[in-house]
């Protein structure tokens, strides 16, 4: 450029942050035309974040299967047909020996869950041994224990923890189809206890349950009107796993799913938005229109809990060949 400057240097102005989206404007949001709508939120983007930059995180599962809940897309759910196995809670020791590999391998934070509708005593002191030794590792962490109260959330706190994971998963409306054994305010509940710990919230949704459109901007404009908004958004694509409810759901159109995170960047300007689960089945091509769409974070590894993940190898070429830059250690 004439100037000297970087091209990325010329930002828009910040956008406005709004806690007062209705699920009409979402709805319009979602059916621009797509030019439109991917203009909107790169610049929206492009105001807060460097647009080449993808926050790396990875997730392992310290406690899998044997989970009372019945969420109709969860594999570990006991109540389900095939569901995986019980096992019991990770030795801490193990944990960090999987948190150096991921550090190692480019990660910048650490996640970890457990499959249970809420920490007991002894397992949520085991789990703070877990959050103090990632933390001392230089990862940030964070955890998905589902349920918490105001007490152990100032737990984790005191522990060290810099997230938490509880996702709202779809609409008030279309929640009942999916979950019966708790319900939405519970999981509002558990956010409000999060936050006033002073825990950054990690909190999103899943596509392809099933839900119809105003369903899809249900659960945007339930994530942007909380009184603060998530710092991570996970934006999940249905792993359609056999013997769960939820194994037969109709396929989602890349297209629709772009425009999720699209509509996730616009209403959430300073939130990270991250590409979670599904990317082991979308292309190249889909994962970079949602980057394009606003999307910077992923998960890095082999699984995501208890379903595929892209190969490393993978992510590393589509990084190098698209000139992104990762945060941390580089890929």
């Given at each position: 450029?004439?100037?000297?400057?970087?091209?990325?240097?010329?930002?828009?102005?910040?956008?406005?942050?709004?806690?007062?989206?209705?699920?009409?404007?979402?709805?319009?949001?979602?059916?621009?035309?797509?030019?439109?709508?991917?203009?909107?939120?790169?610049?929206v983007h492009r105001a807060t974040f460097d647009p080449t930059e993808i926050q790396i995180s990875t997730l392992l599962s310290i406690k899998t299967g044997g989970c009372p809940e019945d969420c109709a897309y969860c594999p570990q759910s006991a109540l389900h047909e095939d569901s995986v196995k019980a096992e019991k809670l990770m030795a801490v020791e193990k944990v960090l020996d999987e948190a150096r590999k991921a550090k190692a391998a480019?990660?910048?934070?650490?996640?970890?869950?457990?499959?249970?509708?809420?920490?007991?005593?002894?397992?949520?002191?085991?789990?703070?041994?877990?959050?103090e030794g990632v933390k001392e590792l230089g990862l940030e962490t964070c955890v998905t224990l589902g349920m918490l109260d105001d007490t152990q959330a100032l737990r984790l706190k005191d522990a060290g923890l810099d997230y938490y994971n509880h996702n709202l998963d779809t609409s008030p409306e279309y929640y009942g189809e999916i979950i019966s054994t708790r319900t939405y305010q519970d999981r509002l509940d558990t956010l409000s206890s999060v936050r006033d710990a002073g825990i950054n919230v990690c909190c999103?949704?899943?596509?392809?349950?099933?839900?119809?459109?105003?369903?899809?901007?249900?659960?945007?404009?339930?994530?942007?009107?909380?009184?603060?908004?998530?710092?991570?958004?996970?934006?999940?694509?249905?792993?359609?796993?056999?013997?769960?409810?939820?194994?037969?759901?109709?396929?989602?159109?890349p297209l629709d799913f772009v425009r999720m995170i699209a509509a996730a960047r616009i209403t959430m300007p300073k939130s990270r938005v991250?590409?979670?689960?599904?990317?082991?089945?979308?292309?190249?091509?889909t994962q970079t229109l949602c980057f394009l769409a606003g999307a910077n974070s992923i998960f890095y590894g082999e699984r995501l809990l208890t379903t595929?993940?892209?190969?490393?190898?993978?992510?590393?070429?589509l990084m190098q060949n698209l000139g992104m830059h990762t945060t941390g250690i580089g890929l």
């Open positions: 450029m004439a100037d000297g400057s970087s091209p990325l240097s010329h930002s828009p102005a910040p956008a406005p942050t709004r806690h007062d989206w209705s699920v009409s404007e979402i709805q319009a949001l979602l059916n621009l035309p797509f030019p439109e709508l991917m203009f909107r939120a790169q610049t480019g990660a910048g934070r650490f996640c970890m869950g457990a499959a249970w509708r809420s920490p007991k005593e002894r397992d949520l002191e085991t789990v703070c041994a877990m959050i999103g949704g899943i596509v392809g349950m099933g839900e119809g459109e105003s369903d899809r901007a249900g659960l945007i404009a339930s994530l942007a009107n909380l009184p603060t908004h998530p710092e991570s958004v996970p934006i999940n694509l249905l792993v359609r796993v056999e013997g769960t409810p939820l194994a037969k759901a109709d396929e989602v159109s991250r590409l979670a689960a599904g990317r082991e089945n979308m292309t190249d091509e595929p993940n892209p190969q490393a190898q993978r992510d590393r070429v």
